[in-house]
């Protein structure tokens, strides 16, 4: 029988068009994202349907430009909401990074979201990167960051030995992960042909 392969990806993907989190409340949101860190508030688009089915709920979606022409957005969802869900996580579980040009810059933007009253620490040296942090109104630990002088010597380097170093650390983690996690663990197994998306609308004749 003749081996399968995979077939070529499509063209390499490109920047992050945006990045979406929900948020406690809209008009806070914008207070931090636009006037604190200074990116403007692009769109605020009301909803009362849920894309892609005919779930009837109220909804903002908000949209922050950053200097690349991306986008940071956020749900205001109130009705399904919990305050549960905007306690500061812990930033392995979720963290958001920004870029400026030089320590300088790193610096100023310290002084200025502690002057705004949210506490902001650092410079923390992670060798390729240099990077101040806080958290937004909603939980989401906020990171700034800036490369290192030596940045692309030390991502070559790393990208030499990244598939060497991956596989050693699953050598290492993979037994205590299978006893937390079982069948979940590898998502490359599970069987998508009697998944239900009877409830989707479909928009995409291609």
């Known amino acids: 029988m003749a081996q399968t392969t995979d077939p070529a990806p499509p063209a390499r993907l490109k920047h992050i068009n ?3 989190f929900r948020c406690r409340d809209a008009e806070q949101t914008r207070w931090f994202y636009e006037d604190v860190l200074g990116l403007p508030l692009t769109m605020a688009l009301t909803f009362d349907e849920e894309p892609g089915s005919s779930r009837k709920v109220d909804y903002m979606h908000l949209f ?6 991306n986008f940071i957005a ?3 969802a109130p009705e399904s909401m919990d305050e549960m869900q905007f306690r500061p996580r812990h930033a392995f579980d979720l963290h958001l990074a920004f870029e400026v040009d030089t320590l300088e810059e790193l610096k100023a933007w310290r002084r200025r979201i502690n002057q705004a009253g949210r506490p902001c620490f650092g410079p923390i040296d992670h060798d390729m990167l240099h990077s101040i942090y806080m958290y937004d109104p909603n939980g989401i630990q906020v990171e700034i960051t800036i490369k290192d002088t030596d940045y692309r010597n030390i991502v070559a380097a790393d990208k030499a030995k990244a598939h060497d170093v991956l596989a ?3 050598d290492k983690t993979r037994a205590l992960k ?3 996690c079982g069948a979940a663990l590898d998502q490359r197994s599970l069987d998508t042909s009697k998944a239900d998306f009877s409830g989707l609308r ?3 004749k291609a």
């Open 168 to 170: 050693a650390w699953t």
């Open 18 to 20: 945006h990045v979406a």
């Open 64 to 69: 922050f430009e950053m200097a690349d022409g």
């Open 178 to 180: 299978q006893q937390k």
């Open 74 to 76: 956020f749900f205001d």
């Open 202 to 204: 479909k928009t995409d």
